[in-house]
């Protein structure tokens, strides 16, 4: 492969990671609780909402984005100058914060993700015990990791890394655009205990993931040379096609020419295109085990999708290069015979690594997420609550915790405010509204509205808002009958 070629691999992998990663979906925390919002039951199946019917206008309804990192604020980046008025980052010398500080705020494995969701159809109504509701979905999610090595190196240099190797091997991509049909069942068994379940189909449109293994990207140092291996494998399906050399090496990815010349029924058929299943199902139970006390637990997002392989390219770099220096004796000399010695390395850099490509199916997680909760209703119009959720993704364990207030002052206006300890930070105060009932309901949610008052502290920020019709909202009380004449016996 030639210096121009990697330039094109670079350039059409980051274009599709621009692409995928442009907006990206985990639900709100402050939703958990908000019971009167239709959407919140996508978070825990078994709750049931408080209207015994809901549609979801189509697009409006739901709509979720959530971007954010796992260790870092935008201070631990970028900070105001000691004593001029001016921006500096953590590598200018007048920094109150060095590289060391900025390492040391970096975990063994680092991830930036973003998450973006949209309901073109959802409803849901209720049948004396049983609730149902379905939901048609757009979903994208995306996630990017880089090692604490490869910060270290680009930082500090090799010296740390001198007779060992730096692990590089969790430096990759996951992103998955999909489609997704719902279909959700609860069952109340008692006025203590409700279950649900949600079943759902997925389709995949386009993905984008590097096949994670131990050791599949390193680099040895020893006092006078480096050393470099990959072996690894990163799977894309979409509609680029794949370009190969002479020797079937892979090369480049193009664009078909529907796509190209805007062929408006071909894209038509792409984006209602049903390829790509895979199966997902979410779970749920919601237990009152005293008065006033209610306890809940979810599994959300535990499924798959396998990418089929007619659109499949699977990219597998191999290889290893052994660097010992460079000679610039000729540019000394000012010889202008001898080829550039920089050139030579990238040369020889290229010809040591080939990407091979194949076309095998395979096979992505959706991301399970594990829902905890404890709800205490202070009275019928105000509730405390707590919520512990446990993402995994993409060889990641993210933690979060919730402490929330709703209040129900008045029908047709139900508020939430929130505190979260996320992504590394403590500052995350949250809220959410919801206006109106039937046959209306405006709802707006978010985790992070302290990130308009501090978002240079703040290491994500999710937002979520949508309009829902609804009927039955009133909530009905049961009256005990009594007879008019009393028998005596």
Avoid at 60 to 82: C, E, Y
Avoid at 370 to 378: C, E, L, P, R, S
Wanted: with cysteine.
């Amino acid at each position: 492969m030639t210096l121009n070629q990697i330039k094109k691999i670079f350039f059409t992998v980051t274009c599709f990671v621009i692409i995928l990663g442009s907006v990206n979906a985990q639900d709100s925390q402050t939703l958990y609780y908000m019971n009167r919002v239709p959407q919140a039951t996508m978070m825990n199946p078994a709750m049931q909402p408080a209207c015994n019917f809901f549609l979801g206008l189509p697009v409006v309804s739901s709509l979720q984005l959530d971007v954010g990192n796992n260790r870092l604020a935008l201070t631990d980046i970028i900070m105001k100058h000691p004593t001029q008025d001016s921006l500096i980052t953590f590598l200018h010398p007048d920094a109150t914060v060095n590289t060391i500080d900025f390492l040391n705020k970096l975990g063994e494995n680092n991830f930036f993700y973003e998450d973006f969701r949209t309901d073109l159809l959802s409803f849901g109504f209720r049948l004396d015990s049983w609730y149902f509701s379905f939901n048609l979905s757009e979903r994208l999610s995306s996630s990017i990791n880089y090692p604490k090595d490869l910060m270290e190196l680009a930082l500090e240099g090799n010296s740390q890394f001198i007779n060992t190797n730096a692990d590089l091997s969790y430096l990759g991509i996951n992103s998955s655009f999909y489609r997704e049909y719902g279909l959700g069942i609860s069952k109340e068994i008692n006025q203590n205990l409700s279950v649900g379940i949600r079943v759902k189909v997925l389709f995949g449109h386009a993905n984008i993931t590097s096949d994670y293994n131990e050791n599949s990207f390193t680099m040895y140092s020893s006092r006078d040379s480096i050393y470099l291996n990959a072996d690894a494998v990163i799977n894309t399906s979409s509609p680029l096609i794949a370009t190969t050399n002479a020797d079937g090496d892979f090369e480049s990815f193009e664009l078909p020419g529907y796509i190209e010349n805007a062929d408006t029924d071909s894209l038509i058929d792409l984006a209602l295109a049903h390829t790509n299943t895979g199966f997902g199902v979410d779970f749920g139970v919601y237990y009152k085990p005293i008065d006033k006390l209610s306890l809940s637990l979810s599994v959300i997002d535990l499924g798959y999708i396998k990418w089929n392989a007619e659109d499949v390219t699977n990219l597998e770099l191999k290889g290893s290069y052994s660097f010992t220096g460079v000679d610039v004796s000729s540019e000394i000399g000012g010889t202008d015979t001898v080829a550039d010695p920089f050139d030579d390395m990238i040369d020889s850099l290229t010809n040591c690594f080939t990407i091979s490509n194949n076309s095998d199916s395979y096979t992505t997680g959706l991301g399970a997420k594990i829902y905890i909760g404890g709800n205490y209703a202070v009275s019928k119009k105000f509730d405390v609550g707590f919520l512990s959720r446990t993402y995994f993704y993409n060889s990641n364990l993210n933690q979060a915790f919730t402490f929330s207030a709703n209040v129900r002052p008045i029908n047709g206006l139900s508020a939430s405010l929130s505190y979260s300890i996320m992504n590394g930070t403590y500052n995350n105060i949250g809220f959410g509204l919801v206006l109106g009932g039937a046959p209306l309901q405006l709802y707006v949610v978010t985790d992070n509205a302290s990130a308009a008052l501090w978002g240079h502290e703040t290491s994500s920020f999710n937002f979520r808002f949508g309009l829902n019709v609804a009927f039955g909202c009133r909530q009905k009380t049961k009256t005990k009958d009594t007879p008019m004449l009393k028998s005596v016996f």
